[in-house]
Structures are given as C-alpha cells and as structure tokens.
C-alpha cells in the first residue's frame, strides 16, 4: 500500500452530508463534519475501510483534518470516538484548535 500521508485531502459534500476524504485505491477513509454558523467543525463520524486498518490510514486522515482546521483558524469538537480517542494518544494534535468547553486528556 502506498503511504496515506501522500493523498491529498478532499472535502465532498452530499446533500447535507459533509466529509473529509482520502481517497485511496484500496477504498475512501473519511470524517464527517458539520460546521456551525460561528464556524466551529463538529467531527462526528470516521470510518476506515476495514481493508485499511491498522495502516496509518485513520493517523493520516487525523493529521491532514487537524491541520486543514488550523490552516483556516476555526475550532474543533471532537464529538467522534476515534478522533476523541486519537487526541488523547496525540494532545499536540489538538493544541489551540478545540472548540471552547472541549478537553482532551487523563
């Protein structure tokens, strides 16, 4: 499998449906996301093709969303258990852009 951290992130939307992608050859990883009016990113959903776990893909997703949030100085709420989850393992992933009122830590 090529390296995740090569493919570029995509935004798609799907009616009301918003996602962050990675399209890979091997299937799409991807974080659904729902943005408010005072710009806040909600990350409420991620799925991994099984064929993909436990190869980077979900870090790779996770790193590419987290700077892409920061690249347009908006906050985030990790609703989603993986993201929740993964920012627990990386709290320097989450400096400076969750949304007021949400912690991740012990």
């Not at 991994?48 to 436990?54: A, C, R, T, Y």
């Not at 690249?71 to 990386?90: D, G, T």
């Amino acid at each position: 499998m090529d390296n995740p951290e090569d493919y570029e992130l995509v935004l798609t939307t799907v009616g009301n449906q918003k996602r962050f992608e990675l399209q890979l050859p091997q299937g799409v990883a991807y974080v659904e996301y729902i943005q408010n009016v005072q710009g806040i990113i909600y990350l409420t959903h991620t799925e991994v093709p099984k064929q993909l776990e436990g190869k980077g893909v979900g870090t790779a997703l996770m790193k590419k969303v987290f700077a892409h949030v920061r690249s347009l100085e908006v906050k985030l709420a990790p609703l989603c258990p993986f993201v929740a989850s993964y920012l627990k393992r990386h709290p320097e992933e989450g400096a400076g852009i969750l949304a007021p009122g949400f912690f991740i830590g012990d």
